[in-house]
Nanobody, 123 residues
């Protein structure tokens, strides 16, 4: 059973930055790792994904140009660098993993999830 552990959330002011980390309990060859977020009263939404073997990325339009996804293969860790944060970025951020080579954006496509980390952006 793969375990995913997020860290790095917190409280930040508008315009600030945070870097989230997601550590996997085992090597993630031939898989896709992604970030989702869920704001209060809203559905969970896709933020960004990365192919573990080739580093191909896909970022949602809502955060494109502000958020960057990356990974450290040696550390089995994925990152989400979040810059120019806005109050609407406030949410619980989850990392997720799926097999295969397609960066899917639907929750049902992912078999493994972390417990989430809270990001709060104050205005």
């Amino acid at each position: 059973q793969v375990q995913l552990v997020e860290s790095g959330g917190g409280l930040v002011q508008t315009g600030g930055f945070l870097r989230l980390s997601c550590a996997a309990s085992e090597r993630t060859f031939s898989s896709i790792m992604s970030w989702f977020r869920q704001a209060p009263g809203k559905e969970r939404e896709f933020v960004a994904g990365i192919s573990w073997s080739g580093g191909r990325t896909y970022v949602a339009d809502s955060v494109k140009g502000r958020f960057t996804i990356s990974r450290d293969v040696a550390k089995n860790t994925m990152y989400l660098q979040m810059n120019s944060l806005k109050p609407e970025d406030t949410a619980v951020y989850y990392c997720a993993r799926r097999g295969g080579s397609s960066i899917a954006s639907g929750m049902a496509d992912y078999a493994y999830w972390g417990q989430g980390t809270q990001v709060t952006v104050s205005s």
